[in-house]
Each structure stands twice: as C-alpha cells, then as structure tokens.
C-alpha cells in the first residue's frame, strides 16, 4: 500500500505528559499537512511543510506543539505537557508540489488525554 | 479568508432515494473546492473536486457536485442512495494560489435507512 500512514493509530496518555505522532507521506509528494479534528467538527488546518522546510502555522499551534520533517519525507507531530483539551484526531495529508492540491490523508491518530 | 458551510448536521434518506448534501463557500480569489467522505474510523476519502475547468463534477461512487458562482455552492448530489453510503461527509474549499490549504465545513452526516 502506497498511502498516508500515520502512527500510532491510537495513543491514551495523562495530562501533562508528552506525545509524538509520526507520518509517512506518499513518497513523490513533497507537500505534508497536519490537520486537526475534534468531534462533531470539520479538520483544522494546523501546520504546513514543503520538503524539509515549515512554512505556515496556524494560530492553533501552540508553544507545547511542535512539528518537524528532518529529511523532507516522514513528518513527527509531539505536542507536550497534553492537555484534556488536545484530545482529538489528529490527520496528516500529503501532495504532489504542482497543480490542484488534491490532498491524500492518512487513517489519523486518536489521543485521549486522561 | 476562506470559508465553507454546511446546510444540515444530519441528512436522512431512504434507500433509492436522492441524496442532496449542501455546501456554500465564501472565497476572495478563485476557488479550489472539494468533497470528502469519512467512514467510521477511517481517514478521509476524496469523492470529487473542483478546479476551474466544468462546472459540473462527476465523482466516485455515482456522486457529482456542480459549482455555480453565482450562488456560491457547491452541492453534493447522487440519483440513488445505498446503505453504503453512510457517512460523514465534508466540504472544502482552497485558493488557487500559495499552499493551498483545506478549510473545512462542519460535515453533515448521512444516515440511508431501508
């Protein structure tokens, strides 16, 4: 299978602890996005790579999160001293550099902050 | 900014029945609009998108959408529903310039019954 993978699928934690998510684009694409998505809600736009290099974060981005993509391929997400409220599903989509951005999302990764 | 609302949280059909999700957008420049679907669990699945070429979408799964800039929507529709067909489903709406990010709409939840 050649999608977006993204682990853990699932990660429970206690508040205050750190987490880090890990996600595999398709391997041509050169665009990687990380989105957002609580219950009952649409995704949320939170972070942008162009190969290696971050170029737009969202407001919703706070201090505790942080997100890298060291080689232009794979991308972590870790967010820490978690919250309740960062409970949600967090998504990762990749894109080819030209054209339509015709995202491809991988399955996500559900935290519940305890 | 960009913006996408979703007329209906929820959506009822029978089986057989016309399916007819709605989706407005608000976009300053030339928009980028898609449809995703996301069954339980899963990740999102692009159905169709829209990028400036015919205004009317054909999709997988027997879906179409057509853009009409003078309403500013674009609704999902399909002849006939099958139980498969339940899901959440999303619109989105990008520009045609810079990254192109995703912003979603709230999702409307379809629900087939027999």
């Known amino acids: 299978d050649t999608g977006v993978s993204q682990d853990p699928r699932h990660k429970i934690t206690k508040r205050g602890q750190n987490v880090t998510f890990r996600c595999d684009p398709i391997?041509?694409?050169?665009?990687l996005y990380w989105y957002r998505q609580t219950l009952g809600q649409g995704p949320e736009f939170l972070t942008y790579?162009?190969?290696?290099?971050?170029?737009?974060k969202s407001r919703l981005l706070s201090d505790r999160f942080s997100a890298e993509r060291p080689k232009g391929s794979f991308s972590t997400l870790e967010i820490q001293r978690t919250e309740q409220g960062d409970s949600a599903m967090y998504l990762c989509?990749?894109?080819?550099?030209?054209?339509?951005?015709?995202?491809?999302f991988g399955p996500g990764t559900r935290l519940t902050v305890l | 900014a960009q913006s996408v609302t979703q007329l209906g949280s929820h959506v009822s059909v029978s089986e057989g029945a016309l399916v007819l999700l709605r989706c407005n957008y608000s976009?300053?420049?030339?928009?980028?609009l898609f449809w995703y679907v996301q069954y339980p669990n899963q990740g999102l699945q692009l159905l169709l998108k829209?990028?400036?070429?015919?205004?009317l979408v054909k999709g997988i799964n027997g879906f179409e959408a057509e853009f009409k800039k003078s309403e500013t929507s674009f609704h999902l529709t399909k002849p006939s529903a099958h139980m498969s067909d339940a899901a959440e489903y999303f619109c989105?709406?990008?520009?045609?310039?810079?990254?192109?990010?995703?912003?979603f709409g709230t999702g409307t939840r379809l629900l087939v019954s027999p």
């Open positions: 790579f162009q190969n290696e290099a971050q170029l737009e």
């Open positions: 989105a709406v990008s520009d045609s310039t810079g990254f192109q990010k995703l912003v």
């Open positions: 989509a990749s894109s080819l550099p030209m054209g339509v951005n015709e995202q491809f």
């Open positions: 829209y990028t400036s070429a015919a205004t």
């Open positions: 391997s041509e694409h050169n665009r």
């Open positions: 976009s300053s420049v030339p928009p980028y």
